[in-house]
């Protein structure tokens, strides 16, 4: 065959590739003809050809094949022909579950003619960064598949009683993240609020924390002052020997008579403002999952109408600028004031904001969880 013949040949052969043609390519084949490809290994016969390429077609219901004239060399009956190949990614390629998004790749064909017909063809492909980013697209779903259902296991947004409102926002730095907040009614009618932030971000973080807030969930059930309920979710972490991770954690207790009890395990201690006066919110022990014997006193004290509990975690104090500084507690504690007599919503809001403004464009470094109980 000529050169010009071998070049029309493979352009059927492309022209059937794009039609998803299988008996026209079929038929380019000899009956004893030898497929090489990265994705099909070595098939033999024009039958099982023929099938590889029904099976390349599933694989990209969009196959588009695209070759340059420039990229056509031909010697003999050798030839070779460098092209551009898209699809989309719909079943599992290398392992890798379907991502539903369009790929593309440079692939090199080097044929062997006999007779007008196939008789040898050799795949080659380049695949450089196609599947770090199919295995991107992947980890990312799934991400945000966790970062939903980490939310559904985060307590309500907001809740109000006839003696209190609350409401909360955590913001993770990634998808997912290892703030928690939990709240709820007690069999009592008192109302309890827990924060938690988990050693570490994301996926790790993530599931340590939602492993501690079932924790606190069963442990919570049995009445007890938070010093006392602290101190099992303690023992029970420490006993799981998931080291180096810990969390710091805070419990507090409402009663409808203004009485609020707590303890704290190495948490940022919250803020209680009482009209113009801001106090914090100290006593308590060491972090959780440390020291499974460690104490955790519990403390007091009594709310009036109106008073307010901020409970934050450590991303909103260590939050930097690009120069590298930090919110810190004394810019907290002044926007708390300045956010006198909101409501909660309106104070969270407006603390998120202050900070947002304060970072600029820097991106987030850690986990950010604010909530706001107020006493009515």
């Known amino acids: 065959m000529t050169r010009d013949d071998v070049r029309a040949l493979l352009g059927r052969h492309q022209d059937a590739l794009n039609r998803h043609d299988v008996t026209a390519l079929a038929g380019m084949y000899a009956d004893d003809a030898v497929l090489v490809s990265p994705m099909f290994q070595t098939v033999r016969g024009r039958r099982a050809i023929a099938e590889s390429f029904v099976r390349l077609f599933e694989v990209f219901p969009d196959y588009t094949l695209t070759v340059k004239d420039a990229l056509f060399l ?222 955790y006193p519990s403390d007091s004290l009594v709310l009036a109408p109106g008073d307010v509990i901020v409970y934050y975690s450590d991303g909103v104090t260590d939050a930097e600028t690009f120069e590298g500084e930090d919110f810190g507690m004394a810019r907290l504690v002044e926007a708390v004031r300045r956010q006198h007599g909101a409501r909660p919503r309106a104070c969270v809001d407006g603390l998120l904001a202050t900070v947002r403004a304060f970072v600029g464009t820097a991106s987030s470094v850690d986990d950010a969880t604010i909530a706001v109980l107020r006493y009515d």
Do not use: W
């Not at 779903?141 to 955590?170: D, H, K, P, W």
């Not at 827990?194 to 501690?212: E, F, Q, R, T, Y």
């Open 74 to 295: 031909a010697e003999g009956d050798r030839a070779a022909q460098f092209s551009t190949v898209t699809g989309t990614h719909r079943v599992e390629l290398y392992g890798l579950p379907p991502t539903g998004q369009t790929i593309e790749y440079h692939a090199a064909r080097l044929y062997t003619v006999v007779d007008g017909l196939i008789a040898a063809e050799q795949r080659i492909y380049d695949f450089a960064g196609v599947l770090e980013r199919l295995e991107k697209t992947r980890v990312d779903r799934e991400l945000a598949l966790a970062s939903v259902v980490q939310q559904t296991l985060m307590a309500r947004t907001s809740s109000s009683g006839s003696f209190f409102e609350i409401v909360g926002a955590s913001l993770p730095c990634r998808a997912i993240g290892g703030d928690f907040l939990e709240y709820r009614g007690l069999s009592s009618g008192a109302f309890g609020l827990a924060i938690g932030d988990v050693s570490g971000k994301g996926p790790a973080a993530a599931l340590v924390a939602a492993m501690l807030q079932g924790m606190f969930a069963m442990v919570d059930e049995i009445p007890a002052a938070p010093g006392a309920m602290v101190a099992r979710l303690n023992r029970a972490l420490c006993r799981r020997g998931i080291a180096p991770r810990y969390a710091t954690f805070f419990y507090g207790i409402l009663e409808p008579d203004g009485r609020f009890t707590y303890s704290s395990a190495g948490h940022p201690p919250p803020l209680v403002v009482r009209g113009d006066r801001v106090e914090l919110l100290t006593t308590g022990g060491p972090i959780l999952g440390v020291f499974e014997s460690a104490a």
